[in-house]
């Protein structure tokens, strides 16, 4: 019989600053696309998944993890959790890629592979997109004024 503790365990994520998680950043390929249910229909999606433990919409990007050592494993998807589709806070560094920074972040352990090829890998979860640092304030080597 599943108790609370059971559920608790199951959809447990915590929740590590951006910085820790993605020490050498991270980048967005491509656009935010709605996570919708398997139909076995290409032309007719399911609704659009909601998140079990917030119930929100779920939302789904596709990152490449330059921290990431083994390059089979450096791409993946990461979802945002938003009641409206989330929109990136960074500009293109080249078409369909941008550096980012999400806020909220979520990380769920769980076993990836098959067979005998299994490893530790995690789902990844955020609220969002961190504002950009203000170029202005950064003191960095701008233009100074005489």
């Known amino acids: 019989m599943a108790t609370d503790a059971d559920d608790f365990r199951r959809d447990f994520r915590y929740n590590p600053p951006f910085s820790l998680f993605y020490k050498a950043g991270l980048f967005q390929m491509g656009p935010v696309r709605p996570d919708t249910e398997y139909t076995g229909d290409p032309n007719r999606p399911g609704p659009q998944k909601r998140d079990s433990v917030t119930g929100q919409l779920v939302w789904k990007i596709t990152v490449s993890d330059?921290?990431?050592?083994?390059?089979?494993r450096a791409s993946y998807e990461v979802l945002l959790l938003s009641d409206t589709e989330p929109v990136p806070t960074t500009d293109e560094v080249a078409p369909g890629l941008r550096p980012i920074e999400l806020t909220g972040l979520m990380v769920t352990p769980r076993v990836g592979g098959q067979g005998e090829f299994k490893y530790l890998t995690h789902t990844v979860r955020a609220t969002g997109y961190a504002q950009p640092p203000n170029p202005r304030s950064s003191g960095g080597s701008g233009p100074k004024s005489a």
Do not use: K, L, V
């Open 66 to 72: 330059p921290g990431e050592r083994n390059p089979r």
